[in-house]
């Protein structure tokens, strides 16, 4: 979740890595730092708290230089604190450095540096012992110095690295965080992520693991670990800088929420051949290999693991697969029984989580075939997977995921879907009419988005609760679960969601007058249990909004309010049903004033453990 910008050229490095590092909050941070090259001199500035605090640092215009690093830092080892912000200096003050990630044998190295070599650190930070490392070893080659310090550490790294008598040149490595380069005109750039270079260029190399890549102002080199020159090609970024900003939306999230139909219908209709065939978009699953699957687990985060578990359902329903959904951070620590004949379906919206990654690198190893949905063209979980269904939902940034959900489910349909009708087991009229539904979505989703002045009067009358909570039957738990942690994520209220025929077998101890009770009822078939659910409740004096289908009158006469969304097949209502939810978590947030694109503590990408 931290960002790195680096920037070398006949221009304004300053400039070009504040603005970077700009284009980088919406992955989250507490600090902040820059670090310019100049007359053989690092000059640094770092802040804490908000990007603003550091630029007002680094007004004067005798702060800047043809060369420079910048990070934003989200804390993970040490407090966030001014002091350990990056870039981190080496003891003598001739080598700077910013680091993504985690190294894990920091405290032995530490040791070792503190008692062998007298250092005295600054910072609390796992990552200063890089620039301490880097710092011992430099004797005039710089190169050599960065190799030498990354072989003594252990865990996950991108680190940019400058010193203060090479003006030419910065160096950086990566293992197992995301690092790219920038070509520009008369100047090049280094960057965590995409959109920092994008102001500037499209033209972007991305630096896989375990490569060391050497930035002058006309030139980028590439290399492996033994030294090797890498020739790597140039990946041009055909997305908008522009459709990374709010397009006249007050917030990042309410423009995503509005995207929604647009999403689905790109991430759905360009999969779709005109005799309404599924293409997956040159993923090869011949009947074979899908004959071959006994076992499907998806893993994922969050959200991306709420998506999993209507994934479940669509599996087993359509392709007749035994599937599991598991949070990615549990999965690998429970020896799951994955092997050649397991297809791990992995899904991230960055495609840069780490327990996610992690745990595709376990099923990987254990044999598995890794299918990935992800959003982010170029990502580690993109890279690192046999085969990647992108979600075309564009860049989503602010931190509550809405759009990358519901394209997430629409892959998962396709695939499902796809699977089914590939081994023969999914009747054509089945498969037919499940396509038809779902390409009514987009249209149905523009509907749903109308109820917007609807839930925003539930929104006033509900934003004083300290207490919310969900419930559903089938496909809607998954819903429930996801707009419990919509609630919770961006409004910090307490909510809770629970599966309908869970809740007398202990939750309804909760239940007391005017507790809140969000009813998803979208499910023709579980209709009738629902209704006796809301009946237990109501007759425990409990507030019921419901959700349920434009027609179902029955809900609206047991219901305190009741949202419609349009009329559906039960198969397809998840998509619609959670977005009411997303509009109700938004417009409590808004009254009650909260960060509703960076909610406290969180961060849109979250690449530690
Ligand atoms: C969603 O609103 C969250 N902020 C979070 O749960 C997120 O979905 C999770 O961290 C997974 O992220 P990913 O999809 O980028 O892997």
Not at 89 to 103: F, K
Not at 315 to 333: L, N, T, V
Not at 366 to 388: H, P, Q, T, W
Request: charged share 25%; net charge negative; aromatic share 8%.
């Amino acid at each position: 979740m931290c960002g790195i910008v680096g920037y070398i050229g006949d221009g304004s490095a300053k400039e070009a890595i504040l603005t970077g590092l700009k284009n980088l909050e919406y992955r989250g941070y507490d600090s902040a730092g820059i670090a310019i090259g100049k007359k053989d001199k690092i000059l640094l500035r770092k802040e804490s708290g908000e990007l603003e605090n550091l630029i007002a640092k680094t007004q004067k215009s005798d702060f800047d230089g043809t060369i420079g690093i910048g990070h934003t830092r989200w804390a993970t080892h040490g407090s966030p604190i001014r002091e350990n912000a990056h870039p981190h200096l080496s003891a003598d003050g001739r080598v700077a450095i910013v680091h993504n990630g985690i190294i894990e044998n920091y405290i032995e190295l530490k040791h070792m540096l503190t008692e062998e070599h007298g250092i005295i650190f600054k910072s609390e930070t796992d990552s200063e012992v890089i620039a301490q490392l880097i710092g011992i070893y430099y004797e005039g080659d710089l190169l050599e110095a960065v190799r030498a310090a990354v072989k003594c550490v252990r865990g996950a790294y991108a680190i940019g690295v400058m010193a203060a008598d090479v003006s030419d040149t910065i160096i950086a490595v990566r293992k197992d965080a995301p690092l790219i380069a920038g070509i520009g005109e008369g100047c090049n750039y280094l960057a965590s992520d995409i959109p920092a270079v994008l102001g500037h260029t499209r033209d972007i190399y991305v630096i896989e693991n375990d490569e060391i890549v050497v930035i002058t102002k006309d030139d980028i080199k590439i290399y492996d670990e033994d030294m090797t020159r890498v020739s790597r090609d140039i990946m041009h970024v055909e997305w908008d800088a522009a459709a990374a900003e709010k397009g006249g939306y007050e917030d990042f999230m309410k423009k995503e929420i509005f995207e929604q139909p647009r999403g689905v219908k790109e991430t759905l209709e360009r999969r779709l051949t005109e005799g309404d065939e599924i293409w997956l978009d040159g993923i090869e699953l011949s009947k074979e290999e899908i004959e071959n699957i006994d076992r499907i687990y998806i893993v994922a985060c969050g959200t991306a693991s709420y998506a999993g578990i209507q994934g479940v359902t669509l599996f087993e329903k359509f392709a007749g697969i035994p599937s599991e959904s598991d949070i990615a951070s549990e999965f690998r620590y429970r020896n799951p029984l994955v092997n050649e004949r397991t297809l791990c379906v992995c899904i991230s919206q960055s495609g840069e989580t780490t327990d996610t990654l992690e745990a595709l690198r376990e099923a990987k190893r254990k044999g598995a075939r890794i299918l990935s949905i992800c959003n982010v063209v170029g990502s580690s979980v993109a890279r690192e997977s046999d085969d990647v269904m992108f979600t075309w939902a564009g860049p989503e940034i602010a931190v509550a995921s809405t759009k990358a959900y519901t394209t997430q489910l629409i892959c998962l349909y396709l695939l499902a879907l796809y699977m089914g009708r590939a081994k023969g087991t999914l009747p054509d009229a089945e498969y037919r009419s499940v396509l038809a539904e779902l390409k009514q979505i987009p249209d149905k989703l523009t509907e749903v988005l109308k109820t917007e002045d609807q839930i925003k009067t539930l929104a006033e009358k509900f934003y004083i609760k300290e207490q919310v909570f969900y419930i559903g039957r089938g496909m809607d738990v998954g819903t429930a679960f996801e707009a419990s942690l919509k609630l919770k994520e961006i409004t910090y209220i307490n909510s809770f969601a629970i599966a309908a025929g869970e809740l007398k077998h202990g939750t309804i101890a909760l239940v007391r007058n005017q507790t809140l009770f969000f009813v998803l009822a979208t499910q023709d078939k579980l209709y009738e249990k629902m209704l006796s659910n809301i009946e237990e409740i109501k007759a425990r004096k409990a507030y019921v909004v419901s959700v349920a289908k434009e027609g179902n009158t029955r809900v609206a006469k047991v219901s305190d309010e009741t949202i419609y969304i349009p009329n559906c097949a039960d198969d397809v209502a998840p998509i619609l049903a959670v977005v009411p939810m997303q509009l109700l978590a938004y417009h409590i947030a808004k009254m009650l004033k909260r960060n509703i694109d960076k909610p406290r503590n969180l961060a849109k990408s979250v690449t530690v453990e």
